[in-house]
């Protein structure tokens, strides 16, 4: 299907059907346990409450592997966000592409799974929550402008723009990306109103920057 031409790349690829080698397989199979650890703690208690100890004591591994394969806290948050948000933007992609004909339809079908999803995925919902209360050390890695989730959402829309009006230069397909992932985002946290009002409101304002 189009959309998976658009969908962002996994954080690993695997190549063909030849085994991985056994140290590489368990490395792999660590890592995982390690982020879905980490998840499952985040979506319990928040992310100011995880500890790379308690990560490593539900994960059933040893901490300096923690170290060795995340170098720090903050390197497993990012590499928590980053492997979350895949499946979230390749989500996004498929209402983006190929989408109903109205451009207007499909970004406001696109800014709504966003909203809707964000409250169904357990870790994003966590992450929502707290910032709503005030407090989470992991949105930085949703909102920072030069942060890899950031920019991929921003490329995403971006490319979707494109497609849709070609005739625009780069530099205001550039803009109305930024303002659709900023203003979406803003929502999330701050929810204005009902999500299906949000969406259109978001669609027709990111928009009419293209008229």
Not at 199 to 211: F, G, Y
């Amino acid at each position: 299907m189009a959309a998976a031409r658009h969908r962002i790349e996994a954080a690993t690829l695997t190549g063909g059907s030849v085994p991985d080698p056994p140290r590489v397989a368990w490395r792999k199979q660590m890592r995982q346990r390690v982020l879905d650890a980490a998840r499952d703690l985040t979506c319990e208690a928040g992310w100011d409450q995880v500890s790379l100890l308690a990560v490593a004591a539900r994960a059933e591994v040893s901490r300096p592997s923690v170290y060795k394969e995340f170098g720090n806290r903050a390197g497993l948050g990012r590499a928590l966000v980053v492997r979350e948000t895949q499946q979230f933007l390749a989500g996004v992609a498929d209402a983006l592409y190929p989408g109903v004909p109205d451009s207007h339809d499909c970004l406001r079908a696109a800014i709504l799974y966003v909203l809707e999803e964000a409250e169904s995925q357990p870790l994003i919902r966590a992450v929502v929550t707290a910032a709503r209360k005030g407090s989470d050390s992991l949105l930085p890695y949703l909102t920072a402008r030069a942060d890899p989730i950031f920019y991929a959402g921003q490329t995403l829309v971006q490319g979707w723009l494109a497609t849709r009006y070609p005739e625009q230069h780069t530099a205001s397909l550039q803009i109305a990306a930024d303002v659709i992932v900023r203003m979406t985002i803003s929502h999330l946290i701050l929810p204005a109103d009902e999500q299906h009002l949000t969406a259109e409101r978001l669609a027709t304002a990111a928009l009419k920057l293209l008229q």
